[in-house]
């Protein structure tokens, strides 16, 4: 048998790889990966000349297909699975987990590959209530909003899949499996984390409250149960792999402690990550039964998986050791080099960390019609997103003049955001059935589209009918950021950087913070970088201020019942040199009646309680919680938490 296994160098790839070698010893195996951030040739060294190994983005069509020619099955392991990292490349997700399964796909249909399995997560069915005995099931819908890209990737994905399953003869299966742990894992992760740390003697970060839930199963038993699948699977279907292991993070963290040989003194509880999902758990009954899986590694003998685990990075230091160092890439539109993440191992957090920029390989972007060519650029997405909401029961019955509005706002690059918004829209509002959607108002397509006024018709239990409305982004629910701007000198945060400006609304000069509406597939980095140049003429490209950090805080909802919009918060922490505003020291105020403010951080409580914008204000709660900064209200200086 020819085995092509997709993404091979990654974490559960490559210990797929060296179980299939043992295993099936006498097959050839395939290997291509793009070796980005997690990719990890290391991860294969030892057996390196034992297979096949292409270099290669799965979206470069010429060598997927070279490594396709001539296989009777392929293994799709390969996805963008960094979330911290979507927040700065979310276009990557979407070319990477949707189109690049697509163009696999695609190959496999013209060369005639018998097999295709598409691994895939949890993630895409959203949480589960955290006091509850729920479990996930081949039947559980997908989340109609998973909390992050990855996970909406990872689901538009499985759609893909499934879409080609029904289309063509191809066999074709799936499989959606809980968190794997074991040997090659990225030392970002939880366990590792844990591991790394305590070899170090660091402190092993615990989240939050540590009540959060996660299904553990070991990577070696993840690998047989596609084995399996590949041998008896059923065309088109879908297998949950979990070995009924859920457990909170707390205990993880404790066990790893003390099957380490330490005291649970260290354990340090830090703050939450922001949109941690509280609970998942797989119910893996179908697999059990209908194909006779059983995880060598379980709830019984958690322990045992544990202890081969720590026993790995204690000797494998050499392995993960230089990992810690890596440089995951972050660049703007220009290429040139800008940012890497970095791990904060006393918070159990990455960070994005900038210097002065270094001009690398410019090269002139065509510009286009966007308009023109927006679909063509975007067809995956397109087609998911229409076929989603052409499947909902209120736009059936909707009119045909409202289906002529949605689908020409569906062609316009300033408003797919908001039919993106609409086909997620279930056919049901707590309880009740919405019918079909009535009236779209907007302004006229010269002024520029900026919102989008939408009503629905609606029947509660009693028969009873109501209108119910909601206004809506062009850019749809997760558009715009807001930006807390901090300065430093010397090392030193002494000042927070933003804006007043004329606000329509309020009808008068008010407090605000940098930011506003992206462009079409522009990256966070670079909307990062014009808003600071268009907002606070602060241009980082120049001399006089650097970029030095970025840290998500998350999405909010200003507005809760009235819109569906969460636009995102970051703070941007830039580095001024002596020469800008060279008048304004430590503990003093620069503020124009309209234009730039530089308020001192020791005076931020006066701000709080004179502005009422809420980007800032949960801005400030946020940035307070995030565990990597804390702001001291007090004096005028910043320290590690």
Not at 93 to 101: A, D, E, I, K, L
Not at 164 to 171: A, E, H, I, L
Not at 341 to 348: A, K, S, V
Not at 421 to 434: C, N, P, S
Request: aromatic share 10%; glycine share 6%.
């Amino acid at each position: 048998m020819k085995l092509l296994v997709t993404g091979g160098a990654g974490f559960i790839g490559a210990n797929f790889v060296y179980y299939w070698l043992e295993k099936h010893p006498g097959d050839e195996i395939r290997v291509i990966d793009a070796l980005t951030y997690a990719g990890n040739l290391e991860n294969l060294r030892p057996i390196i000349k034992k297979i096949k190994f292409f270099e290669a983005d799965i979206n470069d069509r010429a060598k997927v297909h070279d490594a396709i020619k001539g296989v009777d099955a392929i293994v799709h392991f390969a996805a963008e699975s960094h979330v911290d990292r979507s927040i700065f490349d979310p276009s990557r997700y979407w070319q990477t987990n949707v189109r690049g399964t697509a163009l696999l796909l695609d190959e496999a249909v013209k060369l005639k590959v018998p097999r295709f399995h598409h691994i895939s997560t949890d993630e895409v069915y959203g949480e589960l209530p955290l006091n509850s005995d729920e479990k996930f099931t081949e039947k559980t819908p997908y989340s109609p909003r998973p909390d992050n890209l990855y996970a909406l990737s990872k689901a538009e994905a499985d759609n893909v899949v499934l879409d080609f399953s029904k289309k063509t003869d191809m066999f074709i299966t799936i499989s959606n499996c809980s968190n794997n742990y074991g040997p090659y894992q990225f030392p970002e992760k939880f366990i590792p984390i844990a591991v790394t740390n305590l070899i170090d003697g660091i402190r092993v970060p615990l989240h939050g409250d540590g009540r959060n839930v996660r299904d553990w199963i070991h990577t070696s038993d993840h690998a047989s149960a596609i084995d399996l699948i590949l041998e008896k699977g059923k065309k088109g279907e879908t297998y949950l792999v979990g070995s009924n292991n859920d457990r909170d993070n707390k205990y993880i963290a404790e066990r790893v402690v003390t099957l380490f040989g330490k005291g649970l003194d260290e354990i340090r509880h830090v703050p939450d990550r922001h949109s941690n999902d509280r609970r998942y758990a797989i119910d893996a009954t179908k697999i059990i039964t209908e194909l006779g899986w059983k995880p060598k590694v379980g709830r019984e003998n958690f322990d045992d998986g544990l202890k081969e685990t720590i026993k790995w990075y204690r000797n494998n230091q050499d392995w993960w050791r230089p990992l810690l160092k890596r440089r995951a890439m972050i660049t703007d539109d220009n290429r040139a080099i800008s940012a890497f993440i970095t791990l904060d191992r006393e918070t159990g957090k990455t960070k994005f960390i900038f210097g002065r920029f270094e001009e690398k390989d410019k090269s002139e972007v065509k510009k286009s019609d966007l308009k023109e060519h927006f679909v063509e650029e975007n067809l995956v997405r397109h087609e998911i997103v229409m076929k989603n909401l052409r499947a909902k029961k209120w736009y059936q019955d909707s009119s045909s003049m409202i289906k002529e509005e949605i689908d020409k706002l569906a062609l316009d690059p300033s408003t797919f955001g908001y039919v993106e918004d609409l086909a997620a829209r279930a056919d049901t509002l707590v309880g009740d059935t919405i019918l079909r959607l009535t009236k779209i108002v907007h302004a006229e397509e010269k002024f520029g589209i900026y919102g989008i006024a939408t009503w629905f018709e609606v029947v509660d239990n009693k028969k009873e009918m109501r209108s119910e409305g909601f206004y809506s982004w062009g850019w749809g629910p997760k558009s715009g950021a807001k930006l807390l701007v901090l300065v430093r000198r010397k090392g030193e945060i002494t000042h927070f950087a933003f804006q007043r400006e004329q606000k329509f609304p309020a009808g008068g000069v008010m407090y605000n913070l940098a930011g506003g509406f992206p462009r079409l597939n522009e990256s966070v980095l670079d909307f990062i970088i014009r808003s600071l140049k268009r907002d606070l003429n602060l241009d980082v490209r120049n001399n006089g201020v650097t970029l030095n950090e970025i840290i998500s805080l998350g999405r909010v909802s200003p507005d809760t019942g009235m819109t569906n919009n969460h636009p995102n918060l970051y703070a941007v922490i830039v580095d001024f040199e002596e020469k800008k505003y060279p008048e304004v020291q430590a503990g003093d105020k620069f503020e124009e009646n309209v234009g730039i403010v530089l308020w001192p951080v020791g005076e931020i409580s006066e701000m709080v309680n004179k502005c009422d914008d809420s980007y800032f204000l949960a801005a400030m709660a946020r940035l307070t919680l995030s565990g990597i900064y804390t702001i001291n209200l007090s004096e005028n200086s910043r320290k590690n938490d």
